[in-house]
């Protein structure tokens, strides 16, 4: 593959990815709107949306799993940087890798019981809004596909991490 294709490969994933984020940072934001009006629904009218405590629980449960991927994609769940001074670097390298495929297998797992589990659950609905309840549990294998592709870029040797400035702001704490 030459660096042309590479880089227009690079800016799909990159795109994927903006959208992502940008699905999750909706997701939070119709939560804490949905809330607030179930608050003061409740407080000034003594009237709630007979919806919004089902349709808060799935918002919360899909941001809740694409801030799991984004946490892999951005290396934030594991490390091992209190060994970084004390390991050598190639044993170190070895751990990363290790990571990366039990990561992988994490996602896998995710992939087959999370998809086994939406079929399960596609045959009964929600109470309030009647939605399938598989709508709850789809994020799973989504998660987890995610997971894969960041775990294997990874293992590979590609850097997934689009926010840099958050590990250099702990470092310059840390010092």
Known sequence: MDSAEQSSLARFFIGIDKWIEGFAIVLIIVMVLIV?????TRKLFNFVFFWSEEVTMLCLTWFSFIGIAIGFRE???????ILENVVPQPI?????RVIDAVTFGFGLY???????FTWLMSESTLPATKLPN?????????????????????FLGKNTQRYTEIDDEVKEHDA
Do not use: E, N, R
């Not at 607030?36 to 003061?40: D, R, T």
């Not at 789809?138 to 870029?153: D, E, M």
């Open 134 to 154: 598989s709508v709850q549990y789809v994020v799973v294998p989504f998660t987890g596909v995610l997971c894969c592709v960041y775990a294997a870029l990874q």
């Open 75 to 81: 290396k934030l769940h594991l490390g091992m940087d």
């Open 92 to 96: 170190l390298t070895i751990l990363d």
């Open 110 to 116: 995710m992939i087959v019981y999370g998809a086994q």
């Open 36 to 40: 607030f009006a179930q608050v003061m």
